[in-house]
């Protein structure tokens, strides 16, 4: 039950992001600065998992601020953490800060508020079906379109729909949100599978960056409790952390076979009564 203790939480988080966007403003005057001091990204990580992990996934929380709203924060929380990982430039952090500030009061304080002890509505239970592979079970696939990627994508892809489930995938970046047609398919999927694949490597180390954009979808999956089935490339520095109802597998490029037989025992496994 939402109630002063949690309204006042939220309260605090406001005023801890403002406070960070001032320190990073205050210590890197150039958007185009990487932000490398670790206090302010310990700080940066530590708001985004409190919002991500503590907050979001509370059913009064969610009926009380709208699905829409708790996805929508929940990116931006979630690139928080992201950036956090690495030497992310200045400019990255401010355009995340100013989406969640963005009327934060009107959004999310003044709707808790008024949810002050009221009582949650229980969902209607969801019926449990007894096979995995039936009509209605679909798949929704985050995955880059590097070329490079492209094996791995189809050979997951297809054993996917070769389990019997519908497949879905999102669409090429061209803007600085999960779009809203993307949006609309992570809702419709029964899960989402992400495909973390190596993108940039770190400087001075055998470690990767990944696809942003799975990353930020991957988020709208966690705020709408979808359950997960994340695949992460040997090398792949951060997935922006992994929260929610998951299953996890790190693979090799080079053994995709032992990839998709580590993904049919997790497919066959799954108790689809409680996704």
Do not use: H
């Amino acid at each position: 039950m939402i109630d002063d203790a949690l309204v006042l939480r939220v309260e605090r988080l406001r005023d801890e992001v403002e406070t960070l966007r001032g320190e990073i403003k205050g210590r890197y005057k150039s958007n185009e600065r990487p932000v490398v001091a670790a206090d302010l990204r310990d700080v940066a990580a530590q708001l985004g998992e409190r919002w991500v992990v503590e907050i979001a996934p509370r059913e009064d929380v969610r009926q009380a601020l709208g699905e829409e709203v708790v996805a929508d924060l929940g990116i931006e929380f979630q690139r928080l953490i992201t950036y956090s990982e690495q030497a992310s430039q200045r400019g990255r952090y401010e355009a995340a800060i100013r989406s969640i500030l963005r009327d934060f009061r009107t959004r999310v304080v003044v709707p808790l508020k008024q949810a002050r002890y009221r009582s949650v509505a229980n969902p209607a239970p969801a019926a449990r079906p007894t096979e995995i592979a039936r009509p209605s079970a679909s798949v929704f696939v985050g995955q880059s379109f590097s070329p490079a990627d492209a094996i791995v994508n189809s050979a997951v892809g297809r054993l996917v729909e070769a389990c019997g489930f519908t497949v879905m995938t999102g669409e090429r970046p061209r803007a600085d949100t999960v779009s809203k047609k993307v949006r609309d398919r992570i809702e419709a999927a029964t899960l989402f599978l992400g495909v973390f694949t190596r993108r940039d490597r770190l400087k001075s180390r055998r470690e990767w960056t990944t696809s942003s954009w799975v990353i930020d979808e991957k988020a709208y999956a966690v705020a709408k409790g979808k359950k997960l089935i994340l695949l992460r490339e040997s090398g792949v520095q951060s997935i922006g952390g992994i929260q929610g109802d998951y299953e996890y597998i790190e693979f090799i490029r080079d053994d995709v076979p032992e990839l998709l037989i580590r993904l049919v025992q997790i497919l066959r496994g799954l108790e689809w009564g409680t996704v």
